[in-house]
Each structure stands twice: as structure tokens, then as C-alpha cells.
């Protein structure tokens, strides 16, 4: 039995190359807090032996390694479901055996896709397409297998400064076009990965605490919006002019796997956890862009 404070709690970081992976692990290393950081080479996920030995040790595991090619898992849902599914649930049974908590983040995916209001951590799930599926098997084996330790924490809209995203995606397009024609009939909450890492690394302090109920969160920032809205919101912010971006629909851009009109999640368990919810999405892109935060 350790005699460590709750507060030093030592963190595995799995994934630790991708986006959000690579924000989780430099908080941990500016909070001053024991840690160790494994790409998804350093670690083969798929090999419970490996998982088994890497994860012994740690107190709280952040599992940041997923599939993220929400088109690309149509066509390739076994290969989805390998990482987002089979791997977690090496994970968890890893977790199990040693007693460490393990955060892993999910999606809005994992939901039908008809909601009108903004939707609660125990809505019904069913997903409407394969990222989701992969996404939920991942879910499942958490909560069997860590019923008293395993944390969900949903999340969508994420963008980064470590990898493929919205917002850099449409700024970059401001340089080659004069008019750009966005989205404006699918709401969400545009998520930053900085935001999303300190949210996590709170409730990873307070589940090792014993403050936070196991299960499902939601880790999307605050309000919503359109992908048009954004886009505008990242071109005032820059100083570009707004009226570039201008409104279109769903069906001007069809995509390989079907999205929701409305996928906006409710974040009610945060206050079991004592935790607040995640900023206005507004406040975390602007941080993105500009490094300034709001008084």
C-alpha cells in the first residue's frame, strides 16, 4: 500500500503522440506532477501482456490513443474497432488488476444523432455510424470491467494545435480562397484540447482523491454553435473579415459517415464530481488562437 499523498498521484499517458495526448502529457509536465508518456509505438495496445506490465505502477492511466478517421472507420470498422474497443478493454482489465483509475474519452457519436436538447450523460446510446460503434465498445468494457474506477469522458468538435483539425483546416483555406462556404445547419460545442486536458487532469486528481463517481462525463466546452459560427468566430478573432465565411448545408457536403444536426451534450455530472464545467467554447478559441484567456 502507497502512503503518496492523493495528490501525487503518478499518471500513465497512452497516446501521449497525438493531439490531445500530447496537451495532457506538457500539463502534467507544467503541474509538476509524476508522469510517464507512451506513444502508441512505445506501446502496443493490442497486446494485453504489454498493456498488463506498462500499466502497473500508475495510479491514474489517460488513454489518449484512438482511431479518429470518423469516415475512414466506414469502410475500415474492424481496424476501428481494434483500438477504440478491443485495446480499451485491455486497457481496463490492466486497470483492474492494478487498481489504477483510467480515463478514456469517448464521443457524441455514440448517440443516435436525433436529439433536440442538449443531451444527458445516461441517454440511450445507439450510434449512427461506425466510429461511434467502435467508440462504444470501448465505453462498454470500461464500465464492466471498472465499474468503481473507470471514467468516461465524452468529448466532440476537438481541435488542437498538435494535429488535423476545423479550425486550422478553414483558416489555411483563408489563405487560398476569397469566399469559403461552411456548414451552418449541425450544432456542437467546439472543444479544445487544452481545455479538455485540464478538465481531465481535474477529474483524474479527484477520482484518486475519492471525490469524483465513477462513469460518463461530458468533456465539451460550454454554449454552442454551427461549424459556420466558428469559422466567423475564427476569422474575427484572427482579424480576418467574417463576411468571407458564408452559410451552406449538410448536403452540399456529404460525407461517408452520417453526422447529427444536433449534438449538443448536457454536463450535469461535473457537479457530483465537485468540478465545473468546461469554458465557453468562444473563451477556449480564442486561447487556441491568440494565447490570451479571459480575465
Partial sequence: MSDRAPSEARWLVV????????????????????????????????????????????????????????????????????INGAAVRNL???????????????????????????IAEDAPTSPLNAYGRSKLIGEQAVRELLPESGYVVRTAWLYGKHGKNFVATILNAATQREFLDVVDDQQGQPTSTVALARQLLALGRAAHAGKAPSGVYHGTCARQTTWFGLARA?????????????????????????????????HERWAAAGLAPMPNWRDALREYLTGATEA
Fill in 92 to 118: 481496463a482489465a490492466a486497470c483492474a488488476d492494478s487498481g489504477a483509475r483510467l480515463l478514456q474519452p469517448s464521443t457524441d457519436y455514440v448517440f443516435p444523432g436525433d436529439a433536440t436538447e442538449p
Fill in 234 to 266: 475564427a476569422f474575427e478573432i484572427t482579424g480576418l473579415d467574417p463576411e468571407r465565411v458564408r452559410p451552406t448545408t449538410s448536403d452540399k457536403f456529404v460525407r461517408p459517415a452520417p453526422r447529427p444536426a444536433y449534438s449538443v451534450l448536457g
Fill in 15 to 82: 497516446g501521449a503522440g497525438g493531439m490531445l495526448g500530447r496537451d495532457v502529457t506538457a500539463l502534467l509536465a507544467a503541474e509538476g506532477v509524476e508522469h510517464v508518456a507512451l506513444t502508441r509505438a512505445a506501446l502496443d495496445l493490442t497486446d494485453p501482456a504489454a498493456v498488463k506490465a506498462a500499466v502497473a505502477g500508475y495510479e491514474v492511466v489517460a488513454n489518449a490513443a484512438a482511431w479518429t478517421d470518423v469516415d475512414g472507420a466506414e469502410t475500415h470498422e474492424d481496424e476501428a474497432s481494434a
